[in-house]
Structures are given as structure tokens and as C-alpha cells.
């Protein structure tokens, strides 16, 4: 159960143009910090990093990804001239501090994450997650189902399905299958785009098609995106949705430092325009994962990350504009509520 009300944060206030973005501490968007794990702040929005990276499937790194793309997002801007909406007009939004558990276990971090997105989405405000390795998404995604006590239609946005063998150990190669077999995706909702191989067996593609989940080559997006970029937005029309975003949907070109990079991805400007189709969605929640900053020097990488938050919040933003707020935001979306 959502936890009681307590009492109502104050709205925060939207980030300051006027201010020197070589000043002050780094925060997703430069949005305000509201750094309390007990209160949820009056916001439509919150951001929370998962600096965590126990659940890799490939080489480490994931755990430093909240902090480097808080440090890209000096560079961020709040109108979207794609979209022609300035966000944070329209969206009250804040970035949560991180999320941390006292232990390390894969388990454990999980089930703080999966605290966080009830705890969250229980005060009707929108959870969105910035990892850390793939496996924070069955943390949100457990979280999600208890509060809403039903489960969502899932985009997920990666080189690689997440659906590796049965019964081996939840990590960030299987946490797509442990998310089916618990019941948090609606499978008749879920679609995943940008999948290329090569993969461990077939089994990890076989997998999504027994259960019917629409999958989406690299090569379908490369060759048509605007027939990607309509079904995503059929996709959209099916139900709430959580959007997931691992970095390693993009070419190593664009993202070389995304914890299993793979030749042959999209583009930045095509998983910008794959995002865009979300305008009009009713979202659960979202997260950028797998960026693991180590290994790019150049910081590009880092810019994705907030390119793809910046991306996400639009299509959110001009939602809200269009069409009016969608169910899962309506009046309760800037309330926010004190844990018990």
C-alpha cells in the first residue's frame, strides 16, 4: 500500500537560467535537489541515480553512470525546438539524490529500488531512474506493480533482449525474463527495439516470441525509422508504459561508453526521434542505464544519457500541454507525501 500523507512538500522551484553552469553542485538537468529518502517532493517528476553496477553481464563501470551524467547535464537546456515545449514549464521536476542499500547484494539493491519507485509512484509522482546496470529496471518494475497493483506495457531500447537461459542468476543479461515469469509486463505491451547480435543461443530471442513480445532489429530501424517510430507510437496507445533506455542501444560511435558496447547501433538522432513517438503516452516511469563513463573519455556518452532524459521528459512535457495530464499524473501529480 501507498504510504500515508503526511504532509505536502513546498513546489520546487524550476532550474535558473541565470545561473552559472560552472557553479553550484551537478544535478540531473540542473533540476533542484531535494536529497531525502523519506519525503517525496511536490514535483510531477523525480529523479533518482542508482550508482550501481553489481548486476553486470560484461565489464564494470555502471556504478559512476548517475554521477557522470549529472556532470554532462551543465550542457542541458529546458526547450525542446523538436517539440516546441519548454519543459520544466510544464513539468515540475527534481533530481532525488541517489539510491543506495546497505548491502551489495544484487537483492538487496533491488529491493531498495523497487522501495523507492512505490514509495514514489504511490505519492503520484512519476519515478525515472539513472543507473547503473540493467538490473534497477526489475527493481522498478516490482516497485511499479505494488504500487499500481497491476502491471505496465514495457519499451525497452538495447543491443541486447535481457532474456538469457533460465534458472541461472538474476543479472543484467536476464532480468527481462525474471520481469515476465513475476508478471510486471504486460507482454501484449511490451516491445523491444534495436536488438542485434550476435547472442549467447537463440534461446534469448525465442524467448520474446513465445511470449509475444514485439521485437524490433537493428537493422528494421536503420533501414525504416519511420516505421519503427509509428509502432512505437501504436505501442503508446495500448496502456501505461515504463520506458527503459540502456546505452547500448546506441553505436559505440555514439555511446563508447556503454558497458557492452556493440557495432552496428542507432544513432543519437534515431533513438531521439524513437523517443519522441512517446508524446501522448501514459508513462509509469523510465530509466537510462548501462553507461559506464570509465571508458569514454570524451564524455559523449554522458551527453547521450542526458540527451535521452531530456528526451523522455519532453515527450512528457508536451503530453501534459497537448492533451492534458494523462491518468497516472492527474491531480495527484505535484502532491508528493511523507513515507510512515
Not at 46 to 60: E, T
Not at 195 to 209: H, K, N, V
Not at 303 to 313: F, P, R, S
Amino acid at each position: 500500500m501507498p504510504p500515508p500523507a503526511r504532509a505536502r512538500a513546498q513546489r520546487l522551484a524550476t532550474p535558473s537560467g541565470g545561473e552559472s553552469r560552472a557553479a553550484g553542485i551537478a544535478s540531473f538537468l540542473r533540476l533542484p535537489i531535494a536529497d531525502g529518502p523519506a519525503l517525496v517532493p511536490g514535483v510531477d517528476v523525480l529523479l533518482r541515480g542508482v550508482p550501481f553496477d553489481g548486476g553486470s553481464a560484461f565489464r564494470p563501470g555502471a556504478r559512476f553512470g548517475p554521477r557522470a551524467v549529472r556532470e554532462a547535464s551543465a550542457f542541458s537546456h529546458s526547450f525542446s525546438s523538436a517539440l516546441g515545449v519548454d519543459v520544466f514549464r510544464e513539468l515540475g521536476a527534481a533530481d532525488g539524490g541517489d539510491i543506495t542499500s546497505a548491502s551489495a547484494a544484487v537483492p538487496a539493491v533491488l529491493e531498495a529500488v523497487a522501495a523507492s519507485a512505490q514509495m514514489v509512484a504511490g505519492s503520484g509522482v512519476i519515478p525515472g531512474f539513472v543507473g547503473g546496470d540493467r538490473t534497477l529496471t526489475l527493481g522498478a518494475l516490482r516497485g511499479l506493480k505494488r504500487s499500481k497493483r497491476r502491471a505496465c506495457g514495457l519499451l525497452l531500447l538495447a543491443a541486447h533482449p535481457g532474456a538469457s537461459a533460465a534458472g541461472a542468476e538474476l543479472n543484467a543479461s536476464n532480468f527481462l525474463r525474471y520481469a515476465v515469469e513475476e508478471g510486471l509486463v504486460r507482454t501484449d505491451c511490451t516491445m523491444q527495439v534495436g536488438l542485434r547480435g550476435p547472442y549467447q543461443t537463440a534461446d534469448e530471442l525465442s524467448f520474446a516470441f513465445s511470449q509475444g513480445i514485439d521485437t524490433v532489429g537493428v537493422d528494421e530501424v536503420r533501414w525504416d525509422l519511420h516505421a519503427v517510430v509509428s509502432q512505437v507510437r501504436k505501442l503508446v496507445q495500448k496502456g501505461a508504459l515504463y520506458v527503459s533506455v540502456d546505452l547500448g542501444a546506441l553505436d559505440p560511435a555514439h555511446a563508447p561508453g556503454a558497458s557492452f558496447p556493440v557495432p552496428g547501433g542507432m544513432t543519437s538522432w534515431d533513438l531521439q526521434q524513437i523517443l519522441r513517438a512517446l508524446v501522448g503516452a501514459e508513462l509509469t516511469g523510465f530509466d537510462v542505464v548501462e553507461l559506464a563513463p570509465g571508458y569514454d573519455p570524451t564524455g559523449i556518452s554522458a551527453l547521450a544519457g542526458v540527451a535521452v532524459l531530456q528526451e523522455i521528459l519532453a515527450a512528457m512535457a508536451d503530453t501534459r500541454r497537448s492533451a492534458g495530464p494523462a491518468p497516472s499524473t492527474h491531480r495527484s501529480g505535484r502532491a508528493g507525501r511523507r513515507s510512515a
